[in-house]
Structure formats: C-alpha cells, structure tokens
C-alpha cells in the first residue's frame, strides 16, 4: 500500500511563503499524477496542482496560477513532491493533501486519486 506524508504546514503571515513536502513510502512515482488538494473550512475540497511523473507536465487551477510552484525531487531512492506557496493569503488557510492516481486525466478528478495522504494544516493570519 503506497503511503503518503505530508509537512510543512504552519502558520504564516499574510504575504508569506511556505513549501509542503509529500513523501512516498515507494521509491518511485513515475508512473503515477501526484496531487495537491486543499480543503478549508466550510468548502468543498479543490484541486490545486499537480504533476506527472511520466513526463513531468504540471496542473494549476486558475486560483493559485501565479503563486504556487510543484516540483519532484526522485533521486536518492526516494520520491518527494514539492508545494512551493508565495505570496500567501488568509483565503489559502486550510488542510492541504497530497494525493496519487494511476490516471492520466486533465484536470484533477478527485475520484481516480486512489492514495491519500492525512494532510497538513496551513494558516495564513496576522
């Protein structure tokens, strides 16, 4: 069973940056889309970025384009997905995922990612 664990969260100030590490229990990942979901209170959860690790091909939704950067580090016998988040804003404050699918899909369809991992709490708040 693929395990996923997330980190990096914290509170940060408003205009702040934070970078979000997913760490895969198997050594590689590159036949999967790695996903970041973000849920906040009182929303439904959203998509937020993701990559491939066929061919490295990376997803925004509209509302972060600009300010969040993924990235994959799988050397070493490990793989690890990246959030970088700049310019922080209260509305980015929630529990962010990482996520795996052995899909190709366009856009990131919450249903076809099949490993979850248990999150990590993001506040953004002066």
């Known amino acids: 069973q693929l395990q996923l664990v997330e980190s990096g969260g914290g509170l940060v100030q408003p205009g702040g940056s934070l970078r979000l590490s997913c760490a895969a229990s198997?050594?590689?990942?590159?036949?999967?889309?790695i996903g970041w979901f973000r849920h906040a209170p009182g929303k439904e959860r959203e998509g937020v970025s993701s990559?491939?690790?066929?061919?490295?091909?990376?997803?925004?939704a509209d509302s972060v384009k600009g300010r969040f950067t993924v990235s994959r580090d799988n050397t070493k016998d490990k793989d690890t997905v990246y959030l970088q988040i700049n310019r922080l804003k209260p509305e980015d404050t929630a529990v962010y995922y990482c996520?795996?699918?052995?899909?190709?899909?366009?856009?990131?369809?919450?249903?076809?990612?099949?490993?979850w991992g248990q999150g990590t709490q993001v506040t953004v708040s002066s």
């Open positions: 996520a795996v699918s052995a899909f190709q899909m366009t856009g990131m369809t919450q249903d076809l990612f099949a490993f």
């Open positions: 198997a050594s590689t990942l590159d036949n999967y889309i």
């Open positions: 990559i491939s690790g066929i061919d490295g091909s990376t997803y925004y």
